[in-house]
């Protein structure tokens, strides 16, 4: 596989469905890493978590040798101003299980990168401990191996689901090889009725989310890759 500019880390295909439906793209699989290939970037759809994330990194680092490592997805809201839907840039992103924040090309929202958020108290403390505008697993996973190997970062994410919208616990449904076991969530949902009307809006929220998130990254992925040909 030839050199690209830009390398994007995301968590699970469903983050880039339109995206990925649009380009009609295949995929193929490099040591447990879905990979698909732009004409500037490639995608590497790692799984969930900060282990994942980093594997995802390593792969499609080693593959295309980027300037650029770009971590994509969706992220919880943490500021009360942000609404589902909303796409933002990340300045800088912190490790909440380490405190050491990592810097990015350029963005407006602050990321708090953490392995189990979601419960909205949760989200109150890494505003008033951070300043955080969103949440993630997998942001500082990215970021750190960027830094270790000497390259440019950057983040986009998108909002799934806001700063007083209460999750089901979805981290007992992710395996050890960071895959969303949709099957036996839903089997869960079924048996609980409180979260029916959750999950109607999480697959609402979701859709919206990632139709920009597309957007978003496909603009990130053009500037940035006219700012590597001048370089």
């Known amino acids: 596989m ?13 983050e880039l469905a339109p995206l990925l439906a649009r380009m009609k793209m295949q995929s193929q699989q490099v040591d447990g890493v879905e990979l698909f290939e732009l004409p500037e970037a490639l ?7 900060e282990k994942r994330a980093r594997h995802a990194a390593e792969v499609v680092i080693e593959r295309v040798q980027p300037k650029l490592l770009v971590s994509a997805g969706m992220a919880g809201a943490i500021s009360p101003q942000l609404k589902a ?8 992103v912190v490790d909440v299980a380490t405190g050491v924040r990592y810097p990015t090309r350029g963005g407006e929202w602050l990321l708090a990168s953490s392995q189990a958020v979601n419960d909205v108290a949760e989200k109150r403390i890494l ?28 983040a986009v994410k998108a909002i799934s689901d806001e700063a007083a919208f209460s999750m089901p616990p979805m981290n007992r449904f992710i395996d050890g090889n960071g895959r969303f076991d949709t099957r036996q969530f839903l089997v869960y949902i079924a048996f609980h009725p409180k979260w029916w009307a959750t999950l109607g809006r999480m697959r609402k929220n979701s859709k919206i989310a990632s139709a920009n998130l597309c957007r978003a990254l496909q603009h990130l992925i053009e500037s940035s890759s006219q700012w590597s040909t001048g370089n």
Do not use: H, S, T
């Open 2 to 14: 030839p050199r690209k500019p830009i390398a994007v880390v995301v968590a699970m295909r469903v």
């Open 43 to 49: 995608i590497a759809v790692g799984g969930v978590g």
């Open 85 to 92: 839907g909303d796409v933002g840039r990340i300045r800088e």
């Open 127 to 154: 505003l008033m401990k951070y300043g955080a505008d969103v949440v993630d697993m997998e942001g500082a996973a990215v970021a750190q191996f960027a830094k270790e190997r000497g390259l440019e970062f950057a």
